[in-house]
């Protein structure tokens, strides 16, 4: 997967979020998980645009490191929403499904990024 489909797939989770939060109910709960899902989720999208217009890959490994937190916490919230029973598991199955793809995918990334900073530091 390059960079832009990537980019594509972090809108594309951004945008099913949202619309996941439109449909929480309006009590306290859905207030206040959706608020927070709304933040995390679409993070992920903006902090992934800017890890791609990164300095350096210090500057690269320090954003990338903010999409893997906030594609992290999404889980958290999406497992919340579904443990609190605000929506159905059905509804909420595939989003928690990308929230963790998403999260092993930018683990990944920041790991590889660190181990080629460090042999390129070391040349």
Do not use: C
Not at 38 to 56: D, E, I
Not at 71 to 83: G, H, K, P, Q, V
Not at 105 to 112: E, G, P, S, Y
């Amino acid at each position: 997967m390059n960079s832009n489909e990537l980019k594509e797939r972090t809108m594309d989770f951004a945008v099913r979020v949202l619309k996941m939060v439109d449909a929480l109910p309006k009590t306290t709960a859905g207030r206040t998980v959706g608020g927070q899902i709304a933040r995390s989720s679409t993070s992920v999208a903006a902090n992934y645009r800017a890890a791609l217009r990164a300095k350096s890959d210090a500057d690269f490994i320090n954003k990338i490191t903010i999409v893997l937190e906030e594609a992290d916490e999404s889980a958290f919230w999406i497992e919340l929403a579904e443990r609190a029973e605000l929506l159905a598991p059905k509804r909420l199955r595939g989003l928690l499904q990308e929230s963790e793809e998403l999260t092993k995918i930018f683990n990944a990334t920041r790991t590889t990024t660190k181990r080629r900073a460090r042999t390129n530091h070391k040349s």
